[in-house]
Each structure stands twice: as C-alpha cells, then as structure tokens.
C-alpha cells in the first residue's frame, strides 16, 4: 500500500473558550482512504475538533493539516474537496430541500452528479419538494447526507450524522459510506452509535476532556481491554491472584471468576489449565465495554459487574 | 360503544379549565425573559412623553401664546395629519397632541414584538414543543403572551398616568389608559396574525403594516377634518387615542372601544389558536421545487433577504408620496412664531417653509432607513446562531464573499429605499424631483454609518450584535425630538445624521457626505476583518 499523506493531521492541538478547554492537546491522524471513527463522550470536544478542521474556529495552538492545507488560512480551497454534515441540519424556511442539496452542492465548487443526486434521494426516501422546518429531525439530516454523498470530494466530514434516522435509514447510510470508502474517499465519523462504528470504521480514535486517549484500529483497541473469564477446575487455583493483569478476582471452591487484561490472556490460561479445566467461559471484549471503559473518568479498576447489555 | 365515547368528546371539546394550567408559570418565565427589553421599552416611550411638558413650557410661555399655536394648529390640514388636531391649548393638551399617536406607536410596537417573541417565535424555534409536553393548558402559552404584554403596557400607563397628574389628573389617567389601549389592541391583533404566518419575521412585518396603516388611515383622517370625526380616523385605533381627547374633557366611553377591540380580536385569536396545530399556520406551506437554482451566497442572501426589501421598498415609497402631498400645506403655518420657526430650523434648515417640511420628512425617511440597514446587516447574526451560517461556510465559500453579499443588500438596499422615499416625495409634492430625490440620497452616508457599526459590532462578536438596535434606537430618538427639546447641539451631534447638510433649501455641504462616508467604510471595513478573524459561534 503506497502511504499517501493523511488527510487528516493533527497534533497537539489546543482551543479553549473562556475558561473551557474545550481542546487540550488533541492528536488525530486520519489515513487517505479510511474510514475513521471519532469517538468520545458528550462534551469531549469532538464537534470543536471538526469545527477547527472546518476553519470555523481558530486553534489556539497546535498544528492541523486538512487535505495537505492549512484549515484556517486556506479554508475555501480546502473546503472545495470536502463535504460537511453536522448532527443537527438547520434548514432555510422558504427553501425547498432540493434546492439546499443543490445549493450545497454548486457552493462546493462542482456542482452535483445529478445521477447519483436522483439515485441517493431515492435510497434516502426523501422528498426534495418539502420547504424547511416541514421535515423531520431524521429527514433534514437526509438533506445534507444526499448533499454530501452526491458530491465529488476527496474527504467526508460526518458529525454525528445520522442522528434521528430510523434503523432502514442507517442500513443505507451505512451502505453509502461503504461504496465512499470502496471509491477511495476519506471519512472522518464522529458517531456514538457503537455498531455504525464496528460496521464501518477502519480505525478509531477516541478522545475524552479533549485529549486523544486512544487511537487504532478496533483489534489494536480490543487488546486494551480485558476479558472475563469463568471456570470450573478440577483442583483449587493456584496463584492466580498474583498474575499480572487480573482483576475482580472470585474463588469459590473450584469455580473461578475474573477478568484479565486481554494481552495478559495467556499467563492466566497456563495457570488455570495447570489445575486442570472442567468448564471455561470466556467474553471478549464487547465494544460497549471498550467504549464506557473509556467513556469513563479514568478509573483503575473495571467496572465489577458484566456489562453486556 | 358511545357511552364511553360521548364523555371524551366531550372533554376533548371543551378542556375545562385545564386549557389554561400552567399560565402563571409561563407569564412568569416570559417577563424574566423580558427583564431588559420591557423596562427599556417602556421606560424610553414613557421619558419621551414625560420631557415633553417642560419643553413645550420653555417654548409656549403665556397662555396667549399657546392658545394662537393651538388655533394655527388645527387649521392646518398637513400637520393635523402628522399629529392629529389639536382639542386644548394646555400644557397637558398640547403635550397629548404632539407625542400621544407617536407614544401610541411605541406601544403598539412593543406589544408585536412581545406577542410574537411568545408565541410565533416560540413555535417556529421548536422551543414550543418542549413546554406544552409539560402540565401546560393548550391555551396557558397564548395567553401567558398576552399577559406579558399586558403587563408591559399597564406599567407603561401607569408611569405617563403618574409622570403627568401633575397637569391634571384625568387627562393623564386618559392619555395614559389610551396609549396603552393602543398597545394591548395590537398585542391581540398580533395574536391573531401570528396564527397565519408560520413565520415570525412575517408576523412582526405584516402586524408592523398594520400599525403603519392605523397610523396613515388616522392622518387621513385628520387631514380631512379637524376635529377627528372623520370615519378613517375612527377605524384607527391610534384616532381612538386622539378620540378619547386626554386634557379636553375626556371622553371615556371611547376606552370601551380598546376594551371591545381588545377582548373581541383576543377570543377570535383564541378560536383560531384551537383550530391549528403547534407549529402550524392556516397558511400551509406550498411545496417546494425539487432541484434548485440557487448556486452562489450571493443568490441565497438575496433570496432570504429580497421580502424584507420588497416591503421597505414599497412602504417607503408610499410614504415619501403621502408626505410629499402634505408639503404644501406645511407652508400655511409657522409663519410668525419664532420658536417654533427656530424648531423647524434646527430640524430641517432654513430657507423656504415647503423646504424646511421636506428636508425633515427626508431627515426622518433617512433615520428611518437606519432601523432596515441594521436588520438587514443583522440577518448575519440570525443566520449564524441558527448555525445555518456553519454548513454555508464549510463548503468552498469565503467569510467575506458569503458577509459581503448580506451586506451588498443591506447596504445597497439603503440607497434604493431612500432613493424611492424621495421619487415618492417629489411626486406627491409634484415639483423639485432632482432636489429633493438628491436631498433623500444625501442621507445615505449617514444610514450607512449606522449600518457599518452594525458590521462592526457583529464583526466583534455575535453578542454584541443586537447592540446596532441601540445606537439606531439613540440616533432616531435624538433626531425625532432632539430639536423639539431644545438638548444641547453636542448631543444632536452625536448622530451621524446631525451632521448632514439640511437639504433641500439649505447648502450643500460636501465635506460631511465624504466624511460620514468614510466612517461607514472604515467600520464596514473593521467589522469584516472581526468577521474574518473570530471563531465562528455554535
């Protein structure tokens, strides 16, 4: 794979607004032809990130590259190879929704493949005659989707876009960032919808207090975590409490409970197989555990009970 | 089974008194929203109505005096249409004569904007829903709006009541309970419009052409008769006010006519307000085209903003013909009192009396143009905190090109308002169109200035923005009774349009045109380099 430069580069980047650290130190680096994912909680400082990279803000320090461009001083050339959804689509109220999507798109620079505007609005069952607030909160997030999808851009910037649209909708939303990625195009995805993520994203970044605390690809991530195991053994354990990378460790009798940083996996499975093992049971990983172990103030400990739900 | 169902249609039809649960709350979240605007609103109409006995005081001395001003007042057609006729020759009289339509106005205003800042824009915003999900009666909204600006307008009679029992208490109680009559009959009014629009902009404008053709129909009126029997007069809720005849034995059966106007448009906007949907009008919206031809900032700022200078373009125009009519008749009067000769003056120059009528109705269209060049500028601010200004300027469109094209209009719209308020002029006058049609451009650097500190405080931040109506309100007011008041030449010269040359009949000047145009250039040009260099809001 020849390495093309990122389309995405950031690094140490920092805004504050007032008071607020809105950014403090974020990196992000997004590949040319991936689909990465943004995550973070509520308030971690995503949408000022993607506004940074929109040139609607100006970064107080740090350095960002867009498409090989300065976001701020050449925010028109850039922006002439990007599409833009944000997560709440405000609409003109004497503006047809047709008429948006092509004014989006003529704004762009090039104008939209009509083709594929027909063929999107369609997919997206949308009706482009509608005017303003007389759409949905899902149906105005359809307007910039179709907008953005049937422009011909190098880099799309999907801020939690697909809030509001029903599970048929977001099968296609799904699809069209797909056939996105399968032309070449880049996709940076802010989203809190953890099967969108799965589904989708080649590698994710999370942030959290507006700093990078995680970034690969979801295998890379899923390493980080720990898998919970239960066993019934044949005799008592033996030294399993001092095994590195366990946790919320239970024995009682020969049944064992606990869970292990996934890449300390290994030790963990010699030791209990040197007791020898009636029954084993072991849970990956879920992403939700990944994500709220995240999500959450830095805590030492996981969570104790399981959080499959 | 129609045992069960009779009961809930039942329910469903009347809704008892649970239609207005929650009113109190509401009345009481509405005024802490309006804690600034009302007590400003009523305390600059109030002040304005107050500083007006003194003044008249200093200028009409003796009672002789005032008795020859009032007689040539009311025999003079042009400025019983300005102001209406006037019934006493008293302090009180002439002070209810000169500022009760115009204080009348104020009110009507305030009260539109609070109506549709309570309802229309509540439903439009989306903020509506959200509150009548909660123990909210389908009718407590409405009517919490009505209260606030029923509230607004009894603090406001109360304040003109008091300031000015001194001068005789029934008239000031008349004047007073008048003014707001005015005001609550256009708060309901409003209501009703607002159940018509889906839009709140179009509410405000639509009930403002209304207040605008109260006031026309009343001057019609008033310019026809001279003693306010005229039946347009009498279909004006502003010729009520000058009907009702504060400090010339008051009329008070007339204070019926606001109560019925009042209540009668209230229920009718109640009935309709039970009819329709929240968020829904009975104007529905047409579909739109399916693609668009919309391609450029330039063509979308037009589109969103050719309504408003469609409407300014006609009202001024109709306006400039109006007054242009009434110009010759100006010229009767004045004559021999030197006061209010030196008043006109200071207003409009010296020189011919038409002149001197014409250079103010010119001087008022050009502080009148202020109030568009700011809302147009301020279109900016609308469409970036309602962060449809954030996916604009995320495609490949300049800061400048997509301001600069909202400005193009604003500032561009000026010229072409105050160009047809002069054509209108000179029409309805018939004579002097180059003059004249000159004079109404030279008012363009002056509204310009005020459009360019509009630039410049939204360039600055957003939340500055809404500061622009301030400065507009203050020059408009400083030009409107400044000369009246005799304030100080310092304070006139603070508004930009106290500097323009008093024309047509004075000289002109060319050294304030450039110079005004200057200013308006160099804030034009700091404002957009804030545009260009602040964070965009959220």
Not at chain 1, 28 to 52: D, Q
Not at chain 1, 130 to 146: C, F, H, P
Not at chain 2, 267 to 292: C, H, I, K, N, Q
Request: proline content about 4%.
């Amino acid at each position: 794979m020849t390495k093309a430069s990122p389309a995405v580069e950031v690094s140490a980047l920092h805004k504050s607004f007032g008071k607020t650290h809105a950014l403090d130190g974020l990196d992000l680096t997004v590949e040319t032809g991936e689909v990465h994912g943004f995550l973070g909680p509520n308030g971690a400082g995503k949408s000022t990130a993607i506004r940074v990279l929109l040139g609607l803000l100006r970064a107080d320090s740090g350095t960002a590259r867009i498409l090989g461009r300065d976001p701020w001083a050449d925010a028109v050339e850039a922006h002439r190879r990007i599409a833009y959804v944000p997560g709440d689509v405000t609409l003109w109220r004497n503006l047809s929704g047709g008429e948006v999507i092509d004014l989006y798109g003529r704004l762009r620079g090039g104008g939209l493949d009509s083709r594929r505007r027909a063929e999107l609005i369609d997919r997206f069952e949308l009706d482009p005659t509608k005017k303003g607030r007389t759409y949905s909160k899902g149906n105005r997030q359809k307007v910039a989707l179709v907008a953005a999808f049937a422009s011909d851009v190098d880099l799309l910037i999907l801020d939690e876009p697909t809030s509001g649209l029903d599970p048929l909708m977001e099968e296609v939303f799904q699809r069209c960032v797909a056939e996105e990625r399968d032309r070449g195009r880049t996709v940076l995805l802010s989203s809190h919808i953890l099967s969108e993520v799965e589904e989708l994203c080649d590698r994710v970044s999370i942030i959290r207090a507006g700093r990078t605390v995680e970034s690969g690809s979801l295998a890379d991530l899923r390493h980080l975590t720990r898998t919970s195991i239960t066993a019934e053994l044949a005799g008592a354990p033996n030294g399993l409490a001092r095994l590195p990378g366990v946790h919320d460790l239970d024995v009682s009798g020969n049944r064992v409970q606990l869970q292990v940083d996934t890449d300390k996996l290994d030790a963990v499975l010699r030791s209990l197989t040197a007791s020898g093992v009636r029954s084993l049971r072991s849970t990956p990983p879920t992403l939700e555990e990944l994500f709220l172990r995240h999500y959450q103030d830095e805590t030492p400990s996981a969570p104790a009970g399981t959080v499959a739900r | 089974m129609s045992a069960t169902a009779t009961p809930a249609a039942f329910a469903a039809r009347s809704g008892g008194a649970r239609q207005l649960a929650g009113t109190g709350t509401l009345l009481m979240f509405n005024l802490r929203r309006d804690r600034v605007m009302i007590p400003v609103w009523v305390a600059v109409t109030a002040l304005l109505v107050l500083s007006l006995p003194g003044s008249l005081e200093s200028v009409y001395s003796t009672p002789a005096e005032r008795a020859e001003i009032a007689r040539q007042l009311l025999t003079n057609s042009s400025l019983r249409a300005t102001y209406g006729p006037v019934f006493s020759d008293s302090i009180g009289g002439l002070t209810a004569w000169r500022i009760g339509g115009y204080a009348a106005i104020l009110a009507g205003v305030m009260s539109l904007l609070v109506v549709v800042r309570h309802t229309r824009d509540e439903e439009e915003s989306g903020r509506q829903e959200l509150i009548s999900s909660a123990m909210v009666g389908r009718r407590a909204p409405l009517t919490a709006a009505l209260l606030t600006a029923l509230v607004a307008n009894a603090a406001l009679a109360l304040l003109i009541t008091g300031g000015l029992a001194g001068r005789g208490a029934s008239g000031a109680l008349a004047l007073g309970l008048g003014v707001a009559g005015v005001g609550t009959a256009f708060a309901t009014l409003t209501a009703i419009v607002a159940q018509f629009t889906e839009s709140a902009r179009l509410a405000k404008g639509l009930t403002g052409g209304l207040l605008g053709a109260a006031f026309v129909l009343r001057a019609a009126g008033d310019s026809a008769t001279d003693d306010g029997s005229s039946a347009l007069t009498w279909i004006s809720p502003i010729g009520w006010l000058e009907n009702l005849r504060p400090f010339a034995d008051e009329r008070w059966w007339v204070l019926g006519l606001f109560v019925a106007a009042t209540a009668l448009q209230g229920w009718l906007a109640y009935e309709l307000a039970g009819r329709r949907d929240v968020g829904m009008s009975f104007v529905p919206t047409r579909p739109g085209p399916a693609t668009g031809r919309l391609g450029t900032a330039g063509a979308l700022a037009w589109r969103l903003q050719r309504g408003a200078v469609l409407g300014w373009s006609v009202g001024f125009f109709a306006a400039g013909v109006a007054f242009g009519g009434l110009t010759k008749g100006a010229a009767d009067l004045v004559g021999d009192n030197a006061k209010t000769r030196q008043i006109i003056e200071r207003m409009g120059g010296q020189s011919s009396i038409e002149d001197a009528f014409l250079a103010t109705m010119v001087g008022m269209f050009g502080m009148v143009a202020a109030l568009y060049v700011v809302s147009s500028v301020l279109r900016l601010h609308a469409e970036e905190t309602s962060q449809r200004a954030e996916p604009i300027l995320a495609n490949a469109v300049g800061r400048l090109r997509w301001a600069g094209s909202h400005l193009v209009i604003a500032f561009g719209g000026a010229v072409l308002i105050l160009l047809l308020s002069g054509l209108g002029l000179a029409l309805g006058y018939g004579q002097e169109l180059g003059p004249v049609v000159g004079a109404s451009l030279v008012q363009v650097p002056a509204v310009w200035v005020l459009g360019g500190l509009a630039v410049l405080l939204y360039g600055l931040s957003p939340r500055l923005a809404v500061g622009a109506w301030g400065v507009a309100g203050f020059a408009l007011l400083v030009g409107w009774i400044g000369p009246a008041l005799d304030v100080p030449q310092a304070v006139l010269d603070l508004s930009p349009f106290g500097h323009l040359p008093k024309v047509p009949g004075g000289e002109m000047s060319w050294t304030p045109v450039l110079v005004l145009t200057g200013v308006a250039v160099g804030l034009v040009s700091a404002g957009l380099a804030g545009v260009r260099r602040r964070d965009v809001t959220a």
